[in-house]
Structure formats: C-alpha cells, structure tokens
C-alpha cells in the first residue's frame, strides 16, 4: 500500500516568515494529494489540494509543490501569522484497489513566534 | 448543512465494555470512514465504506466493527475495549465519483480506556 513520509515534525518560525513542510510517498500512481491544517481541539480541515496532473497550485498565503518523478510534495506557506499556527497533515490517494484511502503522513508542528 | 457529527466528544471506558462511536453526514456522501489519531502516529484508517450496505477494513481494524445501513449514519463499534484503543477517533465523508472530492472530517471523540 501506499506509504507518506512527512517532514519536520516540529517546525517554529517567526511571524512573518515563511514555512516549508515536505512529503514523500510511495506508489508512483498515487494522484490525489491534500493537505489539512488541525487546530487544538478540532478535525482536521482541508486548505489546499494538487493532483497529478498539475505541477504547482496556490491559494493566497499557501502553496503546494508536486514532483512526481521524484514522488514528493510540498507546502509552503509566506508571511506566516500566529493563526498559521496548529498542524498540518498530508496525504496521498491509493490507486488500483486502494483508491478509495487516503494515506496521512504523521503531522507536523507549525508555531509562529509573535 | 451540520457537515460530519460525532457523538459523543468524550467517554471514559472500562477494559472489557462495549460501547458504539455515531457518526452522521447530512452531505449525502457516499464514502464514510473512520480514523483514529495517537501522538506521532498521524492518521490511521479503521474501517471505510462506499455506500449503505457495504464497508471494509483500513489499516488497523482490528478490535473495531462498523456498519452503513443508512447513507448518513457510520457508527463504530468497540466490543471489547483495550487500553491500546485509549486514542481521538475521527469520522470523516465525502463524495464519490470521478477524481477526487474534498474529505470532510468531523470534531472527534476523545476515547479514553482505563
């Protein structure tokens, strides 16, 4: 099955700055990949999605990056403010049998110093 | 629209008692799931369903049993707790078709097992 490895687990930056995390996945047929955000206390909520097919996406303040000959994608998100902070989530599709799952990396910790 | 309730938000168990997990959807999603979210480990796929009458297991089904006999309603069932199911269990819908849709997650249940 399919495999999503996530980096950093923990990531602190200054308001202001900008915050990079990065995935790898496993199954080259993998085309669906999103990212959501988790606040304290809360299910985690879509705020950005790519598909296979396209190489780049953006939405304001967040952008994510997919490479699929290298199999990784990444979030980037510019001029971070302190509700940036919670953590993120990505995820890849299954494909074959498996396309019905979505397979979730383990998180990142995003703190944005004030 | 409600979106992807869970009840209840918290339940302290016993080891051995039983007790049922609801989810409801008012999407009119065909695809329901469940996962269940420990520190480091991301999340993790119980079980799924893509429509009323049919479900399967994720990744860590185990000690776990669901059932759609409705398009709305996902509850899971734990027959037996372990202290090992101690965990936040998520909910989560959304619609089937071509390509991908957005996943909808509910706000949670924080199981505790003693």
């Known amino acids: 099955g399919e495999n999503v490895e996530q980096h950093p687990s923990t990531l602190s930056v200054q308001e202001g700055d900008s915050a990079v995390i990065k995935c790898t996945y496993s199954d080259s047929a993998s085309n669906y990949f999103p990212w959501y955000k988790q606040e304290l206390g809360k299910g985690p909520q879509l705020i950005i999605d790519?598909?296979?097919?396209?190489g780049e996406k953006k939405d304001q303040r967040i952008a994510v990056t997919l490479n699929k000959t290298a199999k990784h994608f990444s979030l980037h998100i510019t001029e971070t403010q302190p509700e940036d902070s919670a953590v993120y989530f990505c995820?890849?599709?299954?494909?074959?049998?498996?396309?019905?799952?979505?397979?979730f990396g383990k998180g990142t910790l995003l703190t944005v110093n004030p | 629209n409600a979106g992807v309730t869970q009840t209840p938000k918290f339940q302290v168990l016993k080891t051995g008692q039983s007790m049922t997990l609801q989810c409801a959807q008012d999407m009119n999603h065909e695809y329901m799931s469940w996962y269940r979210q420990d520190p480091g480990m991301g999340l993790r796929l119980i079980h799924y369903?893509?429509?009323?009458?049919?479900?399967d297991q994720g990744e860590v089904p185990n000690g776990y049993n669901v059932s759609r006999s409705t398009t709305e309603d996902f509850p899971l069932r734990l027959l037996s707790a372990a202290p090992s199911q101690t965990s936040v269990y998520f909910c989560?819908?959304?619609?089937?078709?071509?390509?991908?849709?957005?996943?909808?997650f509910g706000p949670g249940t924080r199981l505790t097992v003693t």
């Open positions: 790519i598909r296979s097919n396209v």
């Open positions: 995820a890849a599709s299954g494909s074959g049998g498996s396309n019905y799952k979505l397979t």
């Open positions: 369903s893509v429509g009323a009458g049919i479900t």
């Open positions: 989560a819908s959304r619609r089937m078709g071509q390509g991908w849709h957005e996943q909808y």
